[in-house]
């Protein structure tokens, strides 16, 4: 028998009292001892769920109950649940968690804490929601030296950047649709800003290359400048818009890491990842490209993710799972200054300025202003760019992906 | 200190060797103790390859050494590979295979054997070369009751109808060129005629089901009956065709498993793999659609994969990796005679015969000969459609994927 407690009965909590109930004889039988909901810790009661009686306010009675072996942690945040996450595997408990955040920003000290303990911490729920990403990278690919992960990280930017590019919709109105779809929040920064998806990238790259990433490190820049202008010139040479977080080995080992709008060419299979669907694409020397395709988000998929986590640990009740990464550091990580890209640049300006940039190549668009110019460029680094552009005052930079 | 033997010194044994060597620092700092190649057992020797001081000629050789931990099987085929692979396990040994072929015959009895010595079979590069699929499938969505398996399980096939799609190329012509590139076999039976795949849809409806289905069960019908026609019809309804193999969990608790070209509707991630790409579909209740895409087959993708294989095992030598699944039977598998599907026909005919088709929705091409009909259906059974077809005398019939 395994005993588990459920920290936060919000959206994904609420799901994986669900997954355990309705799947029990299946989980049951795969991890070949009944794995039973003990204790759900919130500070509301929940008298009409069928869950009610689970409910307890008290985190120090799952922490001193020695029969509770697995916590999971969907609170959220990174206060209170590091608190409770610290105190549970300090009391030899294995945590399961979907809590982004609080991996990106203490990943390496919880683990390095599980270690210790002899326990597991396991967060497949943290990024690509449902998407099995988190255990392929370390266990499937790990005979490759992986040199790149890249990804379509965030649903509610993605189905934003699907409804401007299909059906023409502005930004503006684009999330105002999603809100009312209940794809974004009332207050959409940390999606739309791309926050959620620079903790996911350091959660991957940690896992990809083995040392810590954190938020700070990985600059930043969400979708709220693109404009249907850029959408119409992504069209017009075959591409498509889409907001990337990368991470890439660079040749003295450290790790590039950044978050931004990105055009992506048409044929390329993360061109063809709509709507709320996330994809992860992992490069390694002896596979080439491999690409995790799904739902990034929502309560069941969420929620599954947790409980094949649960599983999981609760096989390995006596054996903890590992999972690890190296501290991170100003070593670690670098912005992407020294990288070369091929740019996308939309500006105001004249022809004759913009053929002056190298290599560039230039777009055009129905009913463009007279002073707009666009185009590509040869790669150079942001820098050299910015030196090229002259007398061109930039409205749009994005980079090309190749 | 971990001792490997690989058997069959061909492609996928010695990218195998290669991937070992290549990235070994990484590779004992993940396992924690060194991971050594100590024999390859082929029939040949090698006198100009750096591993030739390993080659051996007699498996009892490796069978009696005790120091040897894990068994790569690379031989391929169902006879001395499974006399082989037994006898590894038999005595003691954990075996990564390759061998697709082997799985789908005897998987079911090859687990239980090393259930019961209490060590790991594992063959994760049998299915999708180098795509993390089969572990993803048995650990990250265990907590799902998947309903569906559908993939493009074989890049030979995908290159050729790839081909025949974007240049226009016939069959024949794009089989040709893909044998010249090395994608094809001289004797591409086993690809075109969808054997492989069929013996890749067998071990990926065992594992996501449980219960083991044999290839004879699967009715399995290959891409050369593909005609340019039939590309043309597909392309006017917004479709592309693809050979796929599906396992449909029936209501009835039963596996629906067969292969054959399909048209895929061309906004579905699936029409979107190309040339020698892979993509497995899983369908799960919480989960929803979940991809995994990349390179189906070659040396260092497939090698990859059955070096993490043995790093998992490496990890686990003294507790054994658990798959399983249970046995196979005449009540396990069914073909798809039941179940309804929207077909594509075409036929030699009039349209007025073709109109009679319940749901028929007529089809066109330029230069289509005069007595030529196509058509797509409302959903039907095999034998409902072949009743409803009357005076039609049918050319091509393929499945619509819905």
Redesign the interface.
Same mark, same amino acid.
């Given at each position: 028998m395994v005993n588990v407690a459920i920290l936060g009965f919000g959206t994904v909590g609420s799901g994986v009292a669900e997954?355990l109930a309705k799947?029990a004889d299946?989980?049951d039988q795969?991890v070949e001892t009944p794995v039973r909901l003990k204790y759900i810790l919130d500070v509301r009661d929940f008298p009409d769920s069928p869950f009610g009686d689970k409910v307890v306010h008290d985190f120090s009675i799952i922490e001193n109950d020695p029969t509770v072996d697995i916590v999971v942690e969907t609170i959220g945040g990174a206060t209170v649940a590091l608190d409770f996450t610290r105190r549970a595997l300090t009391a030899g408990k294995s945590v399961v968690s979907s809590n982004k955040e609080l991996v990106a920003e203490h990943g390496h000290e919880l683990l390095q804490l599980a270690a210790e303990k002899g326990v597991s911490y396991l967060f497949?729920a943290s990024v690509g929601g449902?998407? +099995?990403i988190l255990? +392929?990278l370390s266990?499937?690919?790990?005979?490759?030296?992986l040199t790149e992960v890249c990804g379509i990280l965030n649903g509610t930017t993605n189905y934003i950047l699907t409804r401007m590019i299909r059906s023409g919709l502005t930004f503006e109105a684009a999330l105002k649709e999603a809100q009312a779809n209940g794809y974004a929040e009332k207050d959409p920064t940390a999606d739309v800003e791309g926050h959620d998806a620079c903790r996911k990238i350091c959660i991957l790259a940690a896992i990809a290359f083995g040392r810590h990433v954190y938020p700070r490190q990985v600059p930043t820049e969400g979708i709220s400048g693109v404009t249907l202008a850029d959408v119409a010139y992504a069209e017009s040479c075959n591409r498509k818009i889409k907001l990337l977080g990368r991470a890439v080995k660079q040749d003295d080992g450290r790790i590039c890491a950044y978050v931004a709008p990105h055009l992506v060419d048409g044929?390329a +299979?993360l061109a063809?990842?709509e709507d709320v669907f996330n994809a992860i694409m992992v490069k390694?020397?002896?596979?080439?490209?491999?690409?995790?395709?799904?739902?990034g988000a929502?309560k069941? +998929?969420t929620? =599954?993710?947790?409980?094949?986590d649960?599983?999981?640990a609760a096989?390995h009740i006596r =054996?903890r799972k590992?999972i690890e990464w190296g501290p991170g550091g100003d070593d670690v990580a670098v912005g992407p200054e020294k990288m070369a890209f091929r740019w996308y640049v939309r500006a105001l300006g004249t022809a004759e300025d913009a053929r002056a940039v190298p290599g560039a190549s230039l777009l055009s668009r129905p009913g463009a202003p007279a002073d707009e110019v666009a185009f590509l460029t040869s790669p150079m680094t942001r820098a050299q760019l910015d030196g090229a552009l002259g007398a061109l005052v930039p409205q749009s930079v994005f980079r090309v992906l190749e």
């Open positions: 997954v799947n299946h989980i795969k497949e449902g998407i +099995p255990r +392929p266990q499937c690919l790990a005979a490759n030296e044929e +299979p063809g990842v390694g020397d002896a596979i080439g490209d491999v690409m995790f395709y799904g739902r929502g069941l +998929p929620a =599954s993710a947790v409980v094949a649960v599983m999981d096989r =054996s590992r």
